[in-house]
């Protein structure tokens, strides 16, 4: 069977991630995404146990304000310790990771917390997540309107200073003797990655969304000589690869999500061999 | 009537991570000159300049442009950093990068405008880089990543330009394209203050010299502070080609004015 709240959930989140992964792909942050799926985790907890209930935004809160507090450990580790970025992602996101895990060993059995769920997600119970349920935004299930409020902050963010995101991209030092406010932006970036990230693995887990985020970028970059181009090559690959995994999961009846990433897998292969001269040094 | 320096460093320490590398700097730079920082590798040089451009806090001291601290002059001055600073496979054209030169902080709605796009294609030409316009700048050479950086700087058209060693490989032809440019400029009255590598070079095209090792050797006309102490106090005393250079210069005064003939 195939489901509409499905498909434009999956769709939305593929597009939101997609829009942040073109950013940390062309700053080599690719592995953010994945620290910060993991680090989330004590946040999660936390948020459970002070809302007792699973769809609080309280939850949400709190696990994007961790992964936001993980991305800035990470960068003030690397910037006033020295410390490797490389190193410093993997001490920092393993570390609250396990201290997640802690978290939901100790007060598991009375939140409805389980680790598998949180790496493998269940896009298939999206449509079953109502908790505006009674009020006129019943229709479409609540993924759905985090999705849309999440791709209006991406728009807020992104189209009134363009200029600005593609002068930190490229280079950061000569954007920053411009006086544009160089670590207020990085902040509000990786605010709105965090957030996608919190508001995806619920859907998709947290090691697939790293395929959402980085593999529709990645595949862009090989193709485009232009950062607009790249952002809406990304996005478009990301709407077909949602599409496709979906189609393709409904034929061979599998988990959607992990044959939406493997349909991106594919198209970056495939792009890797017609490209054959690859500009992408994705770190 | 005295003269307002353009650059005044006063006492300045500054380094990373609470490691000095520069040490009590005290020195001043006079408007519509070509100014040269001077040293071996390891000598502060970059750490200097990122404290002019304010990239990083000083530990003692200031280095005040105009008198004032940069946040509040970055509208005039203009950056040409070392071309490997940046990952040129970046998903940008020549046109698109040039255009990142005009972006200026402060208004909500933030896009570049007709006016804009005229202004980075007129450097774009100056810099003879106009029929490169749309190429993607990953398949530049190095010369023209070097022509590129700035173009983007002036197309900020700055009062003050800072270049961190913009000749490090760099074709002969870009080179003498971008010291064509540089004294331009320096014709139309502004000031330029540039890292610099090459002795020999520096003593032709240079008006005055910053000397720096670690400590300040020696500031002022080149005319002046090229001489064997101060090189060698820089550059350690074994370096054969400080005699040449000094030929050079007194030699070859070229464009350097005595400083006490000159009216002011």
Known sequence: ?283 | MKIEPIVDVHNLTAGYRRRPAIWNLDFQIQEGKFTGILGPNGSGKSTLLKCLLGQITPYTGYAHLWGQKVDRVRHRIAYVPQKESVDWNFPATVLDVVLMGRYRPGRFWQRLGKKDKEAALYWLEQTGMNHLANRQIGQLSGGQRQRVFLARALAREPSLLFLDEPFAGVDAGSAERILHMLKLLIEQGKSIVMVHHDLVSAGKILDDAILLNTRLVASGPVSEVFNHENLSATYGSDLSILSDVIDLVTRNPGRFKDPRNQKS
């Open chain 1, 1 to 283: 069977m195939i489901s509409a709240a499905v498909l434009i959930t999956s769709l939305l989140i593929a597009i939101n991630a997609s829009i942040g992964g073109t950013f940390l792909v062309l700053r080599r942050m690719g592995m953010l995404t994945d620290a910060i799926a993991h680090a989330i985790l004590p946040g999660l907890v936390i948020g459970y146990l002070l809302a007792e209930s699973r769809s609080s935004p309280l939850i949400t809160l709190f696990a994007a304000a961790t992964g936001l507090l993980v991305t800035l450990l990470i960068y003030w580790l690397n910037k006033y310790l020295n410390v490797w970025v490389e190193a410093s992602t993997g001490m920092v996101y393993t570390s609250f990771f396990a201290l997640g895990i802690l978290g939901v060993t100790l007060f598991g059995e009375n939140a409805d917390l389980d680790t598998d769920c949180i790496l493998y997600g269940e896009l298939l119970w999206i449509p079953f997540r109502r908790p505006l349920s009674g009020t006129f935004l019943d229709f479409a299930p609540w993924a759905v309107w985090q999705q849309l409020m999440l791709l209006g902050l991406w728009a807020i963010l992104l189209l009134p200073s363009w200029p600005i995101w593609k002068s930190i991209s490229f280079d950061i030092d000569f954007a920053r003797t411009q006086g544009l406010n160089v670590e207020r932006k990085n902040v509000q970036l990786l605010a709105l990655v965090s957030l996608s990230t919190v508001w995806s693995f619920e859907a998709v887990g947290a090691i697939l969304v790293m395929g959402f985020m980085l593999l529709p970028a990645a595949t862009a970059w090989l193709w485009v000589k232009r950062l607009e181009h790249m952002l809406a090559l990304s996005i478009a690959l990301a709407a077909l690869s949602a599409i496709g995994g979906y189609v393709l999961a409904w034929w061979i009846n599998l988990d959607p999500s992990t044959t939406m990433v493997l349909v991106s897998g594919t198209f970056f292969l495939l792009s890797l061999l017609w490209q054959r001269k690859s500009t992408l040094r994705v770190g």
